[in-house]
């Protein structure tokens, strides 16, 4: 069986999902953190995996959508699952113009463009404070919709985060996936065989967008709380790294890329203060030992214990 | 009516006319082979054709519809598939996959964001058959990126032969190739040619290999056509041809 197979993934998310009925609730608040980031992580990776548009702004979406749904938790005291859902839905409303402006070049140009909305996020809600909380941010959001307890928010995100497996599993085998394949690999044959890449890559754009929304919801529900460092470049950086980890373009790489470098920040953190210098070494070895990230290591592990 | 009819096609960079007002028929499935020496204006007339590059000046008309001002996905679906000077191909995905691409192009469908399994499936078998007819069979599991030069010129005509277009459009497809590889292409492409359903604009640098191809024949000279006839005429036109291909550039 390849690691990479979704019956594989699904039943890890489930394995994942059923740990919180037996772990510590510290250790299951943990792992459920780390699991939005795999959303999040896995998002970023229909961007700069599938269609290699490199991203330095993916802390937009997210913090769009974990801002929107605190607004709906708030303000219309809906239900989380629901205000999810709408909040992915907006986010990817957003995502059409926005992407309209960022897929008109791929490279140096999108990364700026990225960075620039999400940075003009970061102003507004850091500016904006009788609607945002400004630097406060918004705290106190209701959980609301959920039977109380931490193993059955691990459950939830759990299942989104499988639903979201699905689509992106989904949408990358899919015909219209493989012309945004196409588009990646060579825009001038794309054109040729009747695609305007502009339009393809917008639509990638809108569905990264939608997932990073849906990511950014749920960590609001998470941590009952948002503040404008969701919108900070240093976290479009972190997720970014997560992927390169991972291994782009896998879907299932990101994901664990998010899980590794979420639990080694964790420890490394517990042993010394300066814990960022570590991680900054490790991943430096990781990136030249496996180029194709963890996701590449682990193929060629399995591949060659098959043989 | 024809498929194809281009009026007063002009392409300037500031002063420098390098396609100048060139008129040009082609009935349904015909085939034509344009020459001419380096920077005659070959593939810039292609360009603009194909959409690929804006007019200076001219219209082109496509089955009767002025599609003069269309970028080159609109001329795609409309039926206009080329090969590149440069090989356009996707490196990283299989040749298989590649030429699925063009049936998948030609089946239309587009926009289509899950499942498609059956179809893609389809695809598959059709994009085979193309290959095996260009004897590439072998190599459909290959990332495109892996296959030999000629190989690789070969596998951008199998993907535009999937799109079964209205008109074809090849751009020196042995363009690198060994002498013994463009025999071998010559051979195929005569095969294909006989029995395609396609009108096909060629252009080519090994005259051998036009005079073997095309049946019609276009000289362009600093941008201008210099002659247009069936292909014998245009070669027994001897005096001027060798003259203007062997001595003046």
Redesign the interface.
């Known amino acids: 069986m390849k690691p990479a197979d979704p019956k594989l993934v699904l039943l890890a998310i489930a394995l994942a999902g059923a740990l919180g009925f037996v772990l510590p609730g510290h250790a299951t608040t943990l792992l459920t953190e780390a699991l939005i980031l795999a959303l999040f992580a896995l998002s970023l990776d229909l961007l700069v995996g599938h269609a290699r548009l490199t991203s330095f702004g993916h802390a937009g979406p997210w913090a769009f959508g974990a801002y929107i749904a605190a607004a709906q938790l708030l303000v219309l005291q809906i239900p989380l699952p629901l205000a999810v859902l709408v909040s992915g839905l907006a986010t990817a409303v957003i995502a059409i113009p926005v992407g309209w402006l960022c897929v008109r070049t791929g490279g140096v140009t999108f990364a700026m463009l990225s960075l620039a909305f999400a940075q003009l996020g970061f102003a507004v809600v850091f500016k904006w404070n009788a609607v945002t909380g400004g630097s406060d941010g918004l705290a106190g959001l209701p959980r609301l919709g959920l039977p109380a307890g931490r193993e059955v928010f691990l459950l939830f995100v759990c299942g989104v985060l499988a639903a979201a497996y699905l ?1 992106a599993h ?2 990358v ?7 945004v ?2 588009v990646r ?2 825009e ?10 502009r339009r393809i890559r917008l ?1 990638v754009f809108v ?1 990264s967008y939608f997932l990073a929304g849906v990511a950014g919801a749920l960590y609001a529900g998470f941590a009952q709380f948002v503040s404008p460092e969701l919108f900070f470049w240093t976290v479009s950086g972190h997720v970014l790294v997560m992927v390169v980890l991972g291994g782009a373009g896998t879907l299932v790489g990101p994901m664990l890329g998010a899980l590794a470098l979420f639990y080694a920040e964790h420890e490394l953190s517990a042993l010394t203060e300066s814990w960022g210098l570590a991680l900054g070494l490790l991943f430096m070895v990781v990136v030249i030992a496996a180029p194709t990230g963890l996701m590449g290591w682990l193929r060629a592990a399995v591949g060659a214990r098959g043989r | 009516m024809s498929l194809l009819s281009c009026r007063g096609l002009t392409r300037a960079w500031g002063a420098f006319r390098a396609v100048d007002g060139v008129d040009l028929e082609l009935a349904e499935r015909e085939i034509c082979a344009v020459i001419g020496p380096n920077g005659a204006g070959k593939s810039t007339l292609f360009a603009m054709i ?1 959409g ?1 590059l804006r007019k200076t000046a001219g219209t082109v008309h496509l089955g009767g519809e002025d599609v003069s001002a269309l ?4 001329m ?2 409309r039926g206009v ?2 090969s ?1 000077q440069i090989t ?6 299989t040749a298989l ?1 590649n030429v ?3 049936v ?2 030609r089946e239309g ?8 399994r059956a ?2 499936r389809r695809g598959e078998e059709a994009a085979m058959g193309w290959l095996e007819r260009l004897g590439l069979a072998g190599k459909a599991r290959l990332p495109a990126g892996e296959l030999a030069h000629g190989d690789q010129r070969l596998l951008e005509v199998a ?2 032969l999937a ?1 079964r277009p209205r008109l074809l459009i090849l751009d020196e497809p042995t363009q690198g190739m060994s002498q013994g590889e463009t025999r071998r292409t010559v051979a195929l492409l005569r095969g294909i040619m006989a029995e395609a359903e396609t009108a096909i604009l060629l252009v080519e640098h090994d005259l051998e290999v036009v005079f073997e191809l095309a049946p019609r024949l276009i000289v362009l000279h600093r941008g201008r056509k210099i002659a247009d006839g069936p292909t014998a005429e245009v070669r027994a036109d001897a005096a001027v041809q060798e003259a203007y291909l062997g001595g003046l550039d």
Request: aromatic share 4%; charged share 15%; net charge neutral.
């Open positions: 689509l989904g949408f085998t899919s015909p219209l996936g493989r012309i394949a196409a690999e060579n001038q044959r794309a054109e040729a065989l009747g695609h305007d890449p639509v569905l | 194909a690929n970028p080159a996905h609109a795609a679906a598939a080329r590149f356009a191909i996707c490196p990283e995905l996959e699925r691409l063009g998948q192009a469908l587009r926009w289509q964001p899950l499942g498609g179809a893609m993907v535009a799109q």
